[in-house]
């Protein structure tokens, strides 16, 4: 199969997109596929079968994109048509200008359109302060639509709960629901910590500093467990709020929090060092890190927003806390902390659990749509 994938916003494997992005391209490829890339990295240029577009130039707000961590792609007509020339299904990451780009010239030359569902709408809508606004989030849902979704053949949806949420907004879709897959790096081998922190709590998150993320959650309610004095917060990860984090965590916490981006290594090295792993995030799509967590044999404690999908990954009511409740959230990581037994069984339960997203099964579910995209053809427009 001849798969063109669309990208636009690529950049370091430090955010899910760009992870889920890049695990799609190295699986593919080594299961024989020939895999075109579309993308604006720089770093990429003159690589084989990377084909490379300029970005969007914004003025004085660069700085607060770049600050965010992500460039965005300006659509080329002519590389966008190298590109997908000869494909058999084109696959587009997000809705955005170059997605849409691609998707109505692969429409134009009837090739397959496939796509997954990275962006919620919140992602977007946090940066102009409508998170909470049900019409910001309704529009930008029907705008995805419109931009890419509708020209597809297939719709691939990380979790159910992603699925529902679009559907209830522009109708069914040909979906597929795939998780993005745990690598299989990630696993249990109990750690030792470093020598001057062994009697200390390790309590661990990984998720990008954005207010979404809810971290000042967190670091409330470590703040607010008997055991304060010993938790040390493990807050992995990167983003916009690096340093209001650092400072709202300075005047908190008796322990300041470790803060830092991790490779893989180092992060499945720091999961099985941790005690507790904790999801305080409102708004996600399915949050890996936490599935990569539980692989490491970590009991998750994990926010019951409406707006997230990751609390279906709690298998009991100790495994949620109510979503924006320190308090809460305080009284679970004290009872983990104060059961070890029953901690232990839970870890024993999750590592079960965790099977069903192993990354070999998911890579193989997201050949098959390909393929099944590839075999139906082109979505009628």
Known sequence: MNLSI??????????????????????????GHRVKV????????GKEDYFIVSKYNFGPLNGYVEKNGVCLAKPDEEIL???????????????????????????????????????????FTNHIFL???????????????????????????????ICDVFESEVGPTP????SNGVNKSF????????????????????????REKSHKVLID?????????????????????????????????????VFRFYSREELVNAFNQADLYVHPAEIEIEAISCLEAISCGLVPVIADSPRSATRYFALTDDNLFRYNDPASLASKIDFWIENPEKKAQMRERYLGYSEQFDFDVCMDRMEHMLL???????RPV
Not at 372 to 378: D, F, I, L, R, S
């Open 38 to 45: 579309v993308c604006p990295d720089e770093d990429k240029r």
């Open 6 to 31: 669309i990208c636009d916003v690529l950049g370091e494997e430090n955010n899910g997109t760009t992870i889920a992005a890049m695990n799609l391209i190295r699986s593919m490829r080594a299961k």
């Open 175 to 178: 979906h597929y629901i795939i």
């Open 81 to 123: 048509r190298e590109a997908i020339t000869g494909a058999d299904v084109v696959h587009i990451l997000v809705p955005f200008a170059l997605g849409h780009a691609a998707a109505e010239m692969a429409a134009e030359m009837g090739i397959p359109v496939t796509a997954s569902f990275h962006c919620q709408a919140e992602n």
């Open 221 to 257: 309610a470590a703040a607010q467990s008997k055991y304060r004095d010993r938790i040390r917060l493990i807050l992995a990860g990167a983003g916009p709020l690096e340093q209001k984090l650092k400072e709202y965590a300075g005047e908190k916490l008796p322990l300041f929090p």
């Open 187 to 210: 696993r249990y081998h109990p750690t030792e910590k470093p020598e001057g922190m062994k009697n200390e709590i390790f309590v661990m998150f990984t998720g990008r500093y954005s």
């Open 372 to 378: 099944a995209a590839a075999e139906k053809g082109a």
């Open 131 to 161: 998170m909470n606004s049900d019409v910001a989030n309704r529009t930008v849902y029907r705008f995805f639509y419109k931009q890419v979704y509708r020209l597809c053949t297939a719709i691939h949806y990380p979790t159910k709960f």
